[in-house]
């Protein structure tokens, strides 16, 4: 899709500040949840074909914790929050107030924990898109795995066609100012195509 090469400075800034927004209430949503003070850094956002994002997550075939969503209302599509494993198990720590345990493998109760915080941070970035366009967006009941990062994104795109294959990639890096720890997350924005051009339409008049 040609418009996503064409996009100017400011067009790809109004993108930027609408992921800083989101971030900045999934900071909050998280200080919330863990009880701690969290800060953010300011996001890094791409806009890029499916098949480039697995490499700027982890290696394509390193597993990831994903929560994945459908996108319904006026837009549709999906989102994903994907975490590294290990960033997925020491949030799941937080979420749950227990010690650092290296190396363990979640069980069901952090991964239902993790699927209620990807509901939630998922939630913010919406919410702050919906803003930025005036529409309706409506989250699914959110689903959770744990597979290659490869095999999470392929999953995604299941239900759309392969024309449907640019993602907006949102990395934050939210940093725990009590424990002086550093936790990477990704947003994946995956319209289907009417919802990208809309998206598109929308920062161009911004």
């Known amino acids: 899709m040609s418009e996503l090469t064409s996009l100017r400075p400011m067009q790809l800034d109004a993108i930027r500040e609408v992921a800083n927004i989101g971030a900045g209430h999934a900071a909050t949503a998280l200080s919330h949840m863990t009880g701690q003070t969290i800060m953010i850094t300011v996001p890094t ?10 490499p700027s997550i982890v290696a394509p075939d390193e597993p990831v914790a994903a929560v994945l969503m459908s996108m319904l209302g006026d837009l549709t599509g999906r989102t994903l929050l994907v975490f590294p494993t290990d960033t997925a198990t020491r949030l799941a720590e937080l979420l749950l107030r227990r010690a650092h345990a290296p190396g363990t493998e979640l ?17 913010a970035y919406m919410n702050a898109l919906s803003e930025f366009m005036g529409l309706m967006l409506l989250p699914s009941p959110p689903s959770f795995a744990i597979d290659m990062a490869r095999a999470v994104l392929t999953t995604a795109y299941l239900q759309f066609g392969s024309d449907r294959d640019y993602v907006f990639c949102v990395e934050t890096e939210f940093f725990m100012q009590d424990t002086g720890e550093s936790l990477r997350g990704f947003f994946l924005l995956l319209p289907d195509v009417p919802s990208l051009r809309a998206i598109l339409r929308a920062v161009r008049l911004a």
Do not use: H, R
Not at 45 to 54: D, F, K, R
Not at 109 to 121: D, F, P, R, V, Y
């Open 45 to 54: 956002i791409n806009v890029a074909a499916l098949e480039e994002v697995p």
């Open 107 to 123: 069980s069901d109760l952090e991964q239902s924990a993790l699927k209620e915080a990807g509901n939630i941070l998922s939630g």
